[in-house]
């Protein structure tokens, strides 16, 4: 099977490892740039601009999400779509789980995560999107908690979801999956059914968990060294408090209690009885709609929204 071709950092870590010869990264894309194996790419946005966020044991935090693949047809036209879930360890990059499906339904995650947690011990949180596969908690409707929340509540794992339209929280994930479909499309023989394309996935798992060497781990570790040498973090019993990941533009996730989440949501909604009054009740709801609130609760001061 092919692969893309490796960066500087990777091959110069197999001259190192394999081979005792110390190669320095510049020289080595140089020598990429003249052979034409590697494309320019525009300058991007410098990585100290970001702040970046690690889980410090393996199982304190797994990441999920999912991507599509489309199959090929014997003619090597484009065939029928299919989504990729993954299972993704926050401080050791290892993959825990990739599956391949028609269509990822809640159901089939619960699944997943069942067998995940099966095969490598209970998460202390998770973090993704806000998906309704994930969650229906933030949704706006009536429905309550899906099935995996209420597995994860069960399990007394806590359960994290980054801002909507902000993939950057769940960053680790989506470079895991940028890497994994760069490394499909390079294979000569594209999938034409979903179990060939599952038998492509699990070899790209073992070479990805195995034997590729990452650069955002210490030495350059393989996720598979730093997952199964390191003491793994477990669930908290106190339920106490319920989070949510939130974050500041370009940052990674900060977790913010109910508490604070319920506080938000109050002066929404105070928020939207002072827009209301402006509105429809005249300058002498607007004038009263921006005194202070304490005055308001106090009862010095009732404005005309307030009434009735």
């Given at each position: 099977m092919l692969a893309p071709t490796p960066s500087a950092d990777t091959i110069g870590w197999h001259l190192r490892h394999h081979h005792q010869v110390m190669v320095?990264?510049?020289?080595?894309?140089?020598?990429?740039?003249?052979?034409?194996?590697?494309?320019?790419?525009?300058?991007?946005?410098?990585?100290?601009?970001?702040?970046?966020?690690?889980?410090?044991?393996?199982?304190?935090?797994?990441?999920?999400?999912?991507?599509?693949?489309?199959?090929?047809?014997?003619?090597?036209?484009?065939?029928?779509?299919?989504?990729?879930?993954?299972?993704?360890?926050?401080?050791?990059?290892?993959?825990?789980?990739?599956?391949?499906?028609?269509?990822?339904?809640?159901?089939?995650?619960?699944?997943?995560?069942?067998?995940?947690?099966?095969?490598?011990?209970?998460?202390?949180?998770?973090?993704?999107?806000?998906?309704?596969?994930?969650?229906?908690?933030?949704?706006?409707?009536?429905?309550?908690r899906n099935h995996l929340e209420h597995a994860l509540r069960e399990l007394n794992i806590t359960q994290k979801n980054g801002k909507p339209n902000h993939p950057q929280t769940q960053g680790k994930v989506e470079r895991f999956q940028q890497t994994m479909k760069k490394w499909l499309h390079a294979q000569p023989a594209q999938p034409t059914t979903i179990t060939e394309l599952q038998t492509l996935l699990d070899a790209f798992v073992a070479e990805y968990n195995q034997r590729r060497p990452h650069r955002s781990l210490p030495h350059q570790a393989t996720p598979a060294t730093i997952y199964t040498t390191r003491p793994k973090a477990t669930p908290s019993t106190d339920r106490s408090t319920d989070w949510r990941a939130s974050h500041f533009p370009d940052c990674g996730p900060h977790t913010v209690p109910s508490g604070k989440e319920n506080w938000w949501w109050r002066e929404g909604r105070a928020r939207s009885r002072r827009s209301f009054a402006r509105r429809r009740l005249g300058w002498w709801s607007r004038a009263a709609a921006e005194l202070p609130m304490s005055r308001v609760k106090s009862g010095s001061v009732r404005p005309l929204w307030a009434i009735g």
């Open positions: 320095s990264r510049a020289t080595i894309n140089r020598v990429l740039g003249r052979a034409g194996a590697v494309t320019p790419e525009p300058s991007k946005r410098p990585k100290s601009s970001y702040i970046r966020f690690e889980a410090e044991q393996p199982n304190e935090c797994w990441q999920s999400d999912f991507t599509h693949y489309r199959l090929t047809r014997p003619d090597g036209t484009s065939g029928a779509d299919t989504e990729i879930i993954t299972w993704l360890d926050d401080c050791s990059r290892y993959a825990l789980s990739v599956t391949v499906h028609w269509r990822v339904t809640g159901p089939i995650v619960l699944a997943r995560f069942r067998e995940t947690v099966a095969a490598h011990g209970i998460p202390a949180s998770t973090l993704t999107d806000n998906g309704m596969v994930f969650t229906t908690r933030f949704s706006g409707g009536k429905g309550g």
